[in-house]
């Protein structure tokens, strides 16, 4: 990795920024794309199985005997892990279900927030360059957890894994649909693919983008979550094969996957370059890890206090601190997507079974997204209720703002109620 020494404050943003993708460019890819879905439905999906995937789709469908079959496809030890996975996934998020409370806000007066699961959610699983079951999970769990009826799942890929995962996490109804064109037949409709309220899941950059198109068309999205990527803050107390070893799992997600590293320590950054290209070399999806290294940087920072600036700068998808006291460090950091603490917490553990998930804010937008959990799923509705105590406590007030902001009907609705009570 290239090793930038104590940049001046002043550069980091260049420094900092993601591999620029002209957008205008994706976006005049993926509207006739989008176009073609909401014009030719499924024969236009055929078309573009046909153009993107090289794939001959007769039925777009998984049928339910397929997704039967996909068990006695897998063996015992992945079932095992799948199962456990499920267990960390679904305790951790249960516990983001909250009861309700209600609040009196003053005698009389009293609110409170019912969750409600969306309806019909779409989930995209990615399946280009890897067969991201995980992802199944990532998002089903958290969407049977909020109570959604429908939930929709598309794949470009066959892997059994994923229709086994499907199954466990109860989708309604699972497509062989890749790209930008899944997007849009979740979005719109098709005569096979129900329109969903909502789309969930990762993708690369034609899926990105599609989601974000079709979210100025009323359709919600969780967030942009495009190329994986991850931040380390290490210093000597960090092991650098380890460290290594991080920095290759995000990097071979995809040749645009970014991963940064940051340390007090010269010689710490040396060693975790030695390392890295003796790892490099041994993973066979070595040539997009190599590009995605290629790209990367390690910085050489002065002080603990500039690397935590530069890392909230920087607003990771997945950040490791692998420091001394790094539960104390992380209590300083304010924008980054998900958190990895000391030298035996491995992101990869994130990224499949320890708890939280791994969909997850990429390209600085965790400084203002979270990533997905239950209440990604769900609405919240506000209820009140005024009793005749409440109105006679309350009603003056709203008497008062609405005639300062001329709204007589206003006035009126609460006036007629008190005046009943004369
Ligand atoms: N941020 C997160 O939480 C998170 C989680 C998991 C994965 N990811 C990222 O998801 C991405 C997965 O990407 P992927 O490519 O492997 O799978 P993908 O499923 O997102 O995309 C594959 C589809 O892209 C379409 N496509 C391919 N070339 C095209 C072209 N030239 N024009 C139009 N459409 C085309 C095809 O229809 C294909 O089915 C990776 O970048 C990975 O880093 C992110
Ligand atoms: N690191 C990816 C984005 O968080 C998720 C993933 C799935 N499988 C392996 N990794
Ligand atoms: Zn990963």
Known sequence: MNIIAFPNRTLWPALLARPVQDSNEIEQKVLPILNQVKKQGDEGLRELARKFDKTELTELAFSDEEIQNAESQLDDELKNAISQAYQNIYTFHKAQLQPVEKIETMPGVTCWRKSVGIEKVGIYIPGGTAPLFSTVLMLGIPAQLAGCKEVVLCTPSNHPAILYAAKLVGVTKA???????????????????????????????????????????????????????????????????????????????????????????KKFLASVNLTLSSQLDKLPRRDLAAQS?????????????EAIDLLNEYAAEHLILSVENAEAVSEKIINAGSIFLGNYTPESCGDYASGTNHTLPTNGYARAYSGVS?????????????????????????????????????????????QSLL
């Not at 940087?297 to 603990?304: D, S, Y």
């Not at 006679?392 to 005639?403: H, R, Y």
Request: proline fraction near 5%; hydrophobic fraction near 45%.
């Open 293 to 305: 290294i290629e790209n990367s940087k390690a910085i050489l920072v002065e002080t603990p206090e």
């Open 175 to 265: 497509f062989r649909l890749g790209g930008a064109q899944a997007i849009a037949a979740m979005a719109y409709g098709t005569e096979s693919v129900p329109k969903v309220y909502k789309i969930f899941g990762p993708g690369n950059q034609y899926v990105t983008t599609a989601k974000m198109l079709v979210s100025k068309e009323g359709i919600a999205i969780d967030m942009p979550a495009g190329p994986s990527e991850v931040a380390v803050y290490a210093d000597d107390t960090a092991v650098p094969a380890f460290v290594a070893a991080d920095l290759l799992s995000q990097a071979e997600h995809g040749a645009d996957s970014q991963v940064l590293l940051v340390s007090t320590s």
């Open 374 to 418: 239950v209440d990604s799923f769900v609405k919240k509705i506000t209820i009140q209720n005024i009793t005749v105590e409440g109105i006679k406590n309350i009603g003056p007030t709203v008497e008062a703002m609405a005639a300062a902001e001329s709204l007589d009907a206003h006035k009126r609705a609460v006036r007629i109620r008190l």
